[in-house]
């Protein structure tokens, strides 16, 4: 018998307005005739222990109820194990969080449309990249940025996220002032082989930010990485070198069309894995998560996880 979806609500999500919303967005599911067995996170961090116990007890289907952050906790405790064990897990995603970017790259901005793409229950296998660090492992299926990303990402969750996607854009002009550079050294390759990155060549010019995004979009409606193919099994690496703070402000608009890759200071890359040398601890922004990280490698996992979109 199959068993009921497992839905985890993260309540803080979307400045606290998630917990309201989220009755009776599952009195809506159950309504349209779905089985939805609902657990509401108490911290931070209860997501993915959550979705480690129902895996555990058996099962494969899974609703986010949040934002992107409770999808990544989600993702983080049914990986590795659904992957190594062949197992085949779904989830589908009810956007109630702040940035909701996950959904874009389907063409679901709303509530509603997600609602739908629950309810229709057809299912797109998207790739899901597993990251290697010094303390052990995560994963994501957004995007994970170096430098300037995550400085904005900090800044907007310490002063600016009760203004929902526009408080990263308020975050970005206040970083401008305080421009920094990263000098990250990693290799990249189009196989996942030790031998293919032991013969790619060293990256570590200064940059203004470097992005290695599985999908389009990040912090809401910002396309980071227009050519992205959530399942291509390949991460799209766009690297932004030196740019002056003028460059930037003007620049950084474009984000929300995806043109800003044509400004002559952006690079584009493909790859299947990425492996990081000597960076130390970095600020990192993994699918709008604030973390501290020494990186060791990137792999992506190909159509991993099943998206009900």
């Known amino acids: 018998m199959t068993k009921p979806f497992f839905a985890i609500v993260n309540g803080a999500a979307g400045g606290g307005r998630c917990r309201a919303r989220a009755d009776q967005a599952t009195r809506r ?21 959550l979705a480690e116990d129902a895996y555990d007890a058996g099962h494969r289907r899974f609703i986010s109820i949040g934002g992107d952050g ?6 983080n405790g049914l990986f590795p194990r659904a992957h190594a064990e062949g197992e ?5 995603m009810l956007p109630l969080g702040t940035g909701n970017s996950f959904l874009r790259d389907f ?14 229950g057809r299912t797109k296998p998207v790739d899901v990249v597993r990251v290697t660090h010094s303390e052990g492992t995560l994963h994501y299926i957004n995007t994970l940025g170096l430098g300037f990303v995550p400085r904005a990402g900090a800044l907007t969750n310490k ?32 196989g996942a082989a030790e031998e293919e990155l032991d013969a790619a060549a060293l990256e570590e010019r200064e940059n203004t930010f470097v992005s290695f995004s599985n999908s389009k979009y990040t912090g809401g409606a910002m396309m980071m990485a227009p050519a992205a193919d ?3 099994g390949l991460l799209d690496i766009v690297r ?36 990081f040398e000597g960076t130390g601890k970095l600020d990192v922004l ?20 099943e998206v009900l979109a």
């Open 29 to 49: 599911l159950r309504a349209g005739g779905l089985e939805v067995d609902v657990h509401l996170t108490e911290g931070r961090g209860h997501a993915t222990e």
């Open 70 to 75: 409770t999808s990544y906790e989600i993702v």
């Open 88 to 92: 085949r897990v779904q989830m589908g």
């Open 107 to 120: 063409g679901i901005t709303n509530e509603d449309a997600a609602f739908d793409a629950i309810m229709r």
């Open 159 to 190: 002063h600016f996220k009760g203004l929902g996607p526009a408080g990263y854009v308020a975050a970005v002009v206040a970083c401008t002032a305080d421009l920094r550079y990263l000098r990250a050294r990693y290799r990249y390759a189009l």
């Open 230 to 232: 959530l399942s291509d």
């Open 240 to 275: 932004v070198n030196r740019l002056s703070r003028l460059d930037l402000i003007t620049t950084f608009p474009k984000i929300f069309t995806g043109t800003f890759v044509e400004h002559p200071a952006v690079e584009q890359a493909l790859a299947a894995a990425v492996r």
């Open 286 to 305: 993994v699918d709008g998560e604030q973390l501290e990280l020494e990186l060791s490698t990137l792999h992506v996992l190909p159509q991993a996880l």
